[in-house]
Nanobody, 126 residues
Framework: QVQLVESGGDLVQDGGSLRLSCAQS????????TGWFRQAPGKDREFVAA????????YYGSSVKGRFTISRDNAKNTVYLQMNNLKSEDTAVYYC???????????????????WGQGTQVTVSS
């Protein structure tokens, strides 16, 4: 089993910043590609960002590119999502997801991931 635990969600003002963390544990954690998705009430779950295993190439959804940065700290076995210049449209529950055999073309699709965290709430005041 692989476990993912998100943290760092909070209430923040428009234009503010937050850093989300996804702590990963389990035998396969070193080989995981990791993605962040978000879901607002009444909306479909949306791809936010992903980082591939090994090489660490990063990918971003069009709505967050240039504002969010995904990174990995191998020593802490944790993936981060640095969120800058937050907007009200960023309000959502943010989920960390991981998969062991994801190809680049599948990183933005929910169905490609094997493990999911419980989510952390990010609320940006209007």
């Amino acid at each position: 089993q692989v476990q993912l635990v998100e943290s760092g969600g909070d209430l923040v003002q428009d234009g503010g910043s937050l850093r989300l963390s996804c702590a990963q544990s389990g035998r396969a954690s070193n080989r995981l590609s990791t993605g962040w998705f978000r879901q607002a009430p009444g909306k479909d779950r949306e791809f936010v960002a992903a980082i591939k295993s090994y090489g660490g190439s990063t990918y971003y959804g069009s709505s967050v590119k240039g504002r969010f940065t995904i990174s990995r700290d191998n020593a802490k076995n944790t993936v981060y999502l640095q969120m800058n210049n937050l907007k009200s449209e960023d309000t959502a529950v943010y989920y960390c997801a991981a998969g062991e055999r994801l190809i680049t073309s599948s990183l933005g699709s929910q169905s490609g991931y094997d493990y999911w965290g419980q989510g952390t709430q990010v609320t940006v005041s209007s």
